[in-house]
Nanobody
Framework: QVQLVESGGGLVQAGGSLRLSCAAS????????MGWYRQAPGKQRELVAT???????NYADSVKARFTISRDNAKNTVYLQMSSLKPEDTAVYYC?????????WGQGTQVTVSS
Protein backbone atom coordinates (compact mmCIF):
# COMPACT_ATOMS: atom_id res chain seq x y z
CA GLN A 1 0.00 0.00 0.00
CA VAL A 2 1.06 3.58 -0.70
CA GLN A 3 0.20 6.73 1.23
CA LEU A 4 0.53 10.28 -0.06
CA VAL A 5 0.54 13.30 2.23
CA GLU A 6 0.27 16.76 0.72
CA SER A 7 1.03 20.13 2.23
CA GLY A 8 1.48 23.73 1.19
CA GLY A 9 -1.89 24.90 -0.09
CA GLY A 10 -3.52 28.12 0.99
CA LEU A 11 -4.82 31.53 -0.01
CA VAL A 12 -2.69 33.83 -2.14
CA GLN A 13 -3.25 36.96 -4.18
CA ALA A 14 -3.00 36.90 -7.95
CA GLY A 15 0.61 37.11 -9.04
CA GLY A 16 1.81 35.39 -5.90
CA SER A 17 3.53 32.07 -5.35
CA LEU A 18 2.94 28.85 -3.45
CA ARG A 19 4.87 25.62 -3.09
CA LEU A 20 3.13 22.29 -2.70
CA SER A 21 4.81 19.19 -1.32
CA CYS A 22 3.78 15.56 -1.41
CA ALA A 23 5.54 12.83 0.52
CA ALA A 24 4.96 9.22 -0.47
CA SER A 25 5.44 6.26 1.85
CA UNK A 26 4.78 2.55 1.76
CA UNK A 27 5.58 0.04 -0.97
CA UNK A 28 7.14 2.32 -3.58
CA UNK A 29 9.01 0.92 -6.55
CA UNK A 30 11.83 2.72 -8.29
CA UNK A 31 10.03 3.13 -11.60
CA UNK A 32 7.03 5.37 -11.11
CA UNK A 33 5.43 8.66 -12.07
CA MET A 34 4.64 11.30 -9.51
CA GLY A 35 2.59 14.32 -10.33
CA TRP A 36 -0.07 16.85 -9.57
CA TYR A 37 -3.65 17.13 -10.75
CA ARG A 38 -6.27 19.69 -9.85
CA GLN A 39 -10.03 19.95 -9.76
CA ALA A 40 -11.93 23.20 -9.74
CA PRO A 41 -15.58 23.38 -8.65
CA GLY A 42 -17.84 21.98 -11.33
CA LYS A 43 -14.95 20.79 -13.47
CA GLN A 44 -13.21 17.51 -14.09
CA ARG A 45 -9.89 16.69 -12.54
CA GLU A 46 -7.07 17.71 -14.86
CA LEU A 47 -3.38 17.10 -15.14
CA VAL A 48 -1.09 19.89 -13.95
CA ALA A 49 2.37 18.34 -14.14
CA THR A 50 4.09 14.96 -13.91
CA UNK A 51 7.63 13.82 -13.23
CA UNK A 52 8.75 10.37 -14.35
CA UNK A 53 11.34 8.76 -12.12
CA UNK A 54 13.79 8.73 -15.01
CA UNK A 55 13.73 12.51 -15.17
CA UNK A 56 11.15 13.54 -17.78
CA UNK A 57 8.55 16.15 -16.96
CA ASN A 58 5.24 17.08 -18.53
CA TYR A 59 3.09 20.18 -17.99
CA ALA A 60 -0.37 21.30 -18.91
CA ASP A 61 -0.22 24.15 -21.40
CA SER A 62 -2.04 26.41 -18.95
CA VAL A 63 0.77 26.23 -16.38
CA LYS A 64 3.89 26.05 -18.55
CA ALA A 65 6.46 28.73 -17.67
CA ARG A 66 4.65 29.43 -14.39
CA PHE A 67 4.80 26.11 -12.51
CA THR A 68 7.80 23.89 -11.91
CA ILE A 69 7.63 20.29 -10.76
CA SER A 70 10.56 18.65 -9.02
CA ARG A 71 11.16 15.54 -6.99
CA ASP A 72 13.55 14.13 -4.44
CA ASN A 73 13.76 10.41 -5.13
CA ALA A 74 15.62 9.72 -1.91
CA LYS A 75 12.70 11.17 0.04
CA ASN A 76 9.96 9.97 -2.34
CA THR A 77 8.72 13.53 -2.39
CA VAL A 78 7.42 15.63 -5.24
CA TYR A 79 7.09 19.40 -5.22
CA LEU A 80 5.14 21.91 -7.26
CA GLN A 81 6.42 25.46 -7.28
CA MET A 82 3.64 27.72 -8.51
CA SER A 83 4.39 31.28 -9.54
CA SER A 84 2.43 34.07 -11.21
CA LEU A 85 -0.73 32.50 -9.87
CA LYS A 86 -4.05 33.42 -11.46
CA PRO A 87 -7.59 33.18 -10.10
CA GLU A 88 -8.23 30.39 -12.58
CA ASP A 89 -5.60 28.31 -10.80
CA THR A 90 -7.99 28.03 -7.86
CA ALA A 91 -8.70 24.36 -7.25
CA VAL A 92 -8.07 21.40 -5.02
CA TYR A 93 -4.66 20.05 -5.95
CA TYR A 94 -4.11 16.31 -5.70
CA CYS A 95 -0.84 14.48 -5.57
CA UNK A 96 -0.66 11.33 -7.69
CA UNK A 97 1.71 8.41 -7.80
CA UNK A 98 1.39 5.82 -10.53
CA UNK A 99 3.28 2.54 -10.34
CA UNK A 100 2.65 -1.00 -11.48
CA UNK A 101 -0.48 0.18 -13.34
CA UNK A 102 -2.04 1.50 -10.13
CA UNK A 103 -2.87 5.10 -9.29
CA UNK A 104 -2.60 6.42 -5.76
CA TRP A 105 -4.01 9.77 -4.67
CA GLY A 106 -3.44 12.17 -1.84
CA GLN A 107 -6.30 13.75 0.08
CA GLY A 108 -5.99 17.04 -1.78
CA THR A 109 -4.96 20.52 -0.74
CA GLN A 110 -6.92 23.67 -1.49
CA VAL A 111 -5.27 26.47 -3.44
CA THR A 112 -7.25 29.70 -3.66
CA VAL A 113 -6.03 32.65 -5.70
CA SER A 114 -7.81 35.94 -5.09
CA SER A 115 -8.02 38.65 -7.73
Amino acid sequence: QVQLVESGGGLVQAGGSLRLSCAASGNIVSMNVMGWYRQAPGKQRELVATFISGGSTNYADSVKARFTISRDNAKNTVYLQMSSLKPEDTAVYYCNLRQLRTNYWGQGTQVTVSS
